[in-house]
């Protein structure tokens, strides 16, 4: 029998990398193979030529599993082995990018001689836990690019990790059932996380799910479904008694809706390829970047978004989509045409306390209205007071009171309050008026270009005036190609009022219809 000392000699721990000799069973390899860690990945190396035969990346991998191999010949036997999981990119011209599961076993030198499987396991399970740990720490070292006050946190792969899935059957074209069972489900077995599935019943119950469910016994929350899922997630979040740690929750978009822009933005934020594979391992991987979401306040009732508010075209399109629902996103481009075809206006006026480093992307000239430039040098001369504009670090909530019932938004009054002279006023016709959180309208349109992820403020996306439907089509094509669109501004802004002038056409927020009445946000920044 080999003894166990003999095979753990062959680990070695130079300079934080882990080497030892074994041997391939899958892809099949004949001579013995020298598996290392390099400050990359994981290679499998030829011992006589030195030859690479083999490499997995970090953020390919997604589980490492002991396992039970069998063996067939003249006899029958079985040895234990290493099954090493990963989902590297490939390509084809008809699908695009995609990812395509990968499993290479490789079994002990000892298990040639007369080895125990039980000492064999032992030898294994020291090799799982010291490639895990390789894979952490490379997670923690690729992350630098972040920005210092992003607090980015990695889930350590050794810890036995569970998550909520919320599954939105009725999302998208209604296929989320089946795109989990096959796409989400699998990876999430290979990275042997446990999960708890909760397929919604009717509009609202994620909200409630998520404002009483025990967050205690999960390490995140997977939305199975659109940007609609997500808002009603983060509402059931704030809901809670406990919501200053809850909103903490990691949140997961896989992208089984139509328009899908947050799990856009963030697959883009992380530089990854728009696809359902990525997003998944996201939640395998454990990283997570603060964002931020508003808090909002109508006339009948408070509530949170992550996305966007809208009214004018942008709004009445998506309503008029959800009747070509079973198109997928190329329902929100034929409900736009028609939308643009009529060229609905509407009469608001706007309200808004401008961002500390807000600048004009572009000016246009309401009739009879000054110009943003005469604005913007009005605004500059205003004494702004700390409360008003804090500091990047500071948080614009009120922490003095650690029991309270909903955040402290302390830029918003009531609407019977005459607001204060930090507040810049604007009256006229608006074809759109979109403040979002993220600069994604649906995944293949960027309507606010340099919008930053959890900068702290809120872009005002506006067509201000009566615009051509020229103009229109001219401004979508603009978003498809991710650029500016000329004759649309966008104003960074900590809050905003904007009071209708009647009830016409509908105000969506995050994807769900409300009544058109008063509104007013503040950004509560890094909150989620």
């Given at each position: 029998?080999?003894?166990?000392?003999?095979?753990?000699?062959?680990?070695?721990?130079?300079?934080?990398?882990?080497?030892?000799?074994?041997?391939?069973?899958?892809?099949?390899?004949?001579?013995?193979?020298?598996?290392?860690?390099?400050?990359?990945?994981?290679?499998?190396?030829?011992?006589?030529?030195?030859?690479?035969?083999?490499?997995?990346?970090?953020?390919?991998?997604?589980?490492?599993?002991?396992?039970?191999?069998?063996?067939?010949?003249?006899?029958?036997?079985?040895?234990?082995?290493?099954?090493?999981?990963?989902?590297?990119?490939?390509?084809?011209?008809?699908?695009?990018?995609?990812?395509?599961?990968?499993?290479?076993?490789?079994?002990?030198?000892?298990?040639?001689?007369?080895?125990?499987?039980?000492?064999?396991?032992?030898?294994?399970?020291?090799?799982?836990?010291?490639?895990?740990?390789?894979?952490?720490?490379?997670?923690?070292?690729?992350?630098?690019?972040?920005?210092?006050?992003?607090?980015?946190?990695?889930?350590?792969?050794?810890?036995?990790?569970?998550?909520?899935?919320?599954?939105?059957p009725v999302s998208g074209k209604g296929?989320?059932?089946?795109?989990?069972?096959?796409?989400?489900?699998?990876?999430?077995?290979?990275?042997?996380?446990?999960?708890?599935?909760?397929?919604?019943?009717?509009?609202?119950?994620?909200?409630?799910?998520?404002?009483?469910?025990?967050?205690?016994?999960?390490?995140?929350?997977?939305?199975?479904?659109?940007?609609?899922?997500?808002?009603?997630?983060?509402?059931?979040?704030?809901?809670?008694?406990?919501?200053?740690?809850?909103?903490?929750?990691?949140?997961?978009?896989?992208?089984?809706?139509?328009?899908?822009?947050?799990?856009?933005?963030?697959?883009?934020?992380?530089?990854?390829?728009?696809?359902?594979?990525?997003?998944?391992?996201?939640?395998?991987?454990?990283?997570?970047?603060?964002?931020?979401?508003?808090?909002?306040?109508?006339?009948?009732?408070?509530?949170?978004?992550?996305?966007?508010?809208?009214?004018?075209?942008?709004?009445?399109?998506?309503?008029?989509?959800?009747?070509?629902?079973?198109?997928?996103?190329?329902?929100?481009?034929?409900?736009?045409?028609?939308?643009?075809?009529?060229?609905?206006?509407?009469?608001?006026?706007?309200?808004?306390?401008?961002?500390?480093?807000?600048?004009?992307?572009?000016?246009?000239?309401?009739?009879?209205?000054?110009?943003?430039?005469?604005?913007?040098?009005?605004?500059?001369?205003?004494?702004?007071?700390?409360?008003?504009?804090?500091?990047?670090?500071?948080?614009?909530?009120?922490?003095?009171?650690?029991?309270?019932?909903?955040?402290?938004?302390?830029?918003?009054?009531?609407?019977?309050?005459?607001?204060?002279?930090?507040?810049?006023?604007?009256?006229?016709?608006?074809?759109?008026?979109?403040?979002?959180?993220?600069?994604?309208?649906?995944?293949?349109?960027?309507?606010?270009?340099?919008?930053?992820?959890?900068g702290g403020y809120i872009s005002l996306?506006?067509?201000?005036?009566?615009?051509?439907?020229?103009?229109?089509?001219?401004?979508?094509?603009?978003?498809?190609?991710?650029?500016?669109?000329?004759?649309?501004?966008?104003?960074?802004?900590?809050?905003?009022?904007?009071?209708?002038?009647?009830?016409?056409?509908?105000?969506?927020?995050?994807?769900?219809?409300?009544?058109?009445?008063?509104?007013?946000?503040?950004?509560?920044?890094?909150?989620?």
């Amino acid at each position: 029998m080999a003894s166990l000392d003999m095979a753990e000699d062959t680990i070695q721990g130079q300079e934080g990398s882990f080497e030892t000799r074994v041997r391939l069973v899958s892809p099949k390899h004949s001579e013995p193979i020298k598996m290392k860690t390099t400050q990359t990945g994981i290679t499998f190396q030829s011992t006589t030529s030195n030859a690479i035969v083999l490499e997995i990346n970090f953020t390919d991998l997604v589980g490492i599993k002991c396992v039970k191999i069998l063996e067939t010949g003249l006899d029958e036997f079985e040895f234990g082995g290493l099954s090493v999981i990963s989902y590297p990119e490939a390509y084809s011209y008809f699908r695009g990018s995609y990812r395509v599961r990968t499993e290479t076993l490789v079994k002990t030198v000892a298990s040639e001689e007369e080895s125990s499987y039980t000492d064999e396991k032992k030898i294994l399970v020291k090799w799982r836990i010291e490639l895990l740990r390789r894979v952490h720490s490379y997670l923690l070292s690729s992350l630098e690019y972040f920005d210092v006050d992003r607090s980015v946190e990695v889930v350590d792969p050794l810890k036995n990790r569970k998550l909520l899935v919320v599954l939105n059957p009725v999302s998208g074209k209604g296929v989320c059932a089946k795109i989990y069972e096959e796409e989400v489900l699998p990876i999430f077995e290979d990275a042997e996380i446990q999960v708890d599935v909760v397929e919604t019943k009717y509009r609202g119950h994620a909200r409630d799910l998520a404002k009483n469910y025990d967050l205690s016994a999960i390490q995140g929350i997977v939305c199975v479904g659109g940007d609609g899922t997500v808002h009603e997630v983060i509402n059931g979040l704030m809901g809670r008694a406990d919501w200053r740690s809850a909103i903490k929750m990691p949140i997961c978009p896989i992208p089984c809706g139509s328009g899908n822009a947050l799990a856009k933005t963030a697959l883009k934020e992380a530089g990854e390829e728009y696809y359902i594979a990525n997003s998944v391992l996201s939640a395998v991987y454990g990283a997570y970047i603060p964002f931020d979401i508003a808090m909002a306040q109508s006339e009948t009732e408070t509530l949170y978004f992550f996305m966007s508010f809208s009214w004018g075209i942008i709004a009445d399109s998506d309503i008029e989509s959800e009747r070509f629902r079973f198109l997928g996103e190329a329902r929100f481009t034929l409900a736009g045409l028609k939308c643009t075809l009529i060229n609905k206006v509407y009469q608001g006026t706007l309200h808004y306390i401008p961002f500390r480093e807000y600048q004009v992307q572009s000016v246009c000239e309401p009739i009879g209205l000054e110009s943003f430039r005469e604005i913007e040098e009005s605004v500059r001369k205003k004494p702004m007071m700390g409360v008003i504009c804090p500091q990047p670090q500071q948080q614009q909530l009120d922490t003095t009171n650690e029991i309270e019932e909903t955040p402290n938004a302390n830029l918003l009054e009531p609407f019977d309050h005459q607001l204060s002279e930090n507040w810049v006023k604007l009256d006229s016709l608006f074809t759109m008026f979109y403040p979002t959180l993220i600069p994604y309208l649906t995944r293949s349109m960027k309507i606010a270009p340099d919008h930053a992820m959890g900068g702290g403020y809120i872009s005002l996306v506006m067509g201000v005036g009566h615009k051509s439907r020229i103009g229109i089509l001219t401004a979508i094509r603009s978003w498809e190609k991710e650029r500016h669109a000329p004759d649309v501004d966008i104003i960074k802004v900590e809050a905003f009022r904007f009071v209708p002038h009647g009830r016409e056409g509908v105000f969506t927020v995050d994807g769900e219809m409300y009544p058109v009445q008063s509104f007013q946000a503040q950004v509560l920044k890094q909150l989620g």
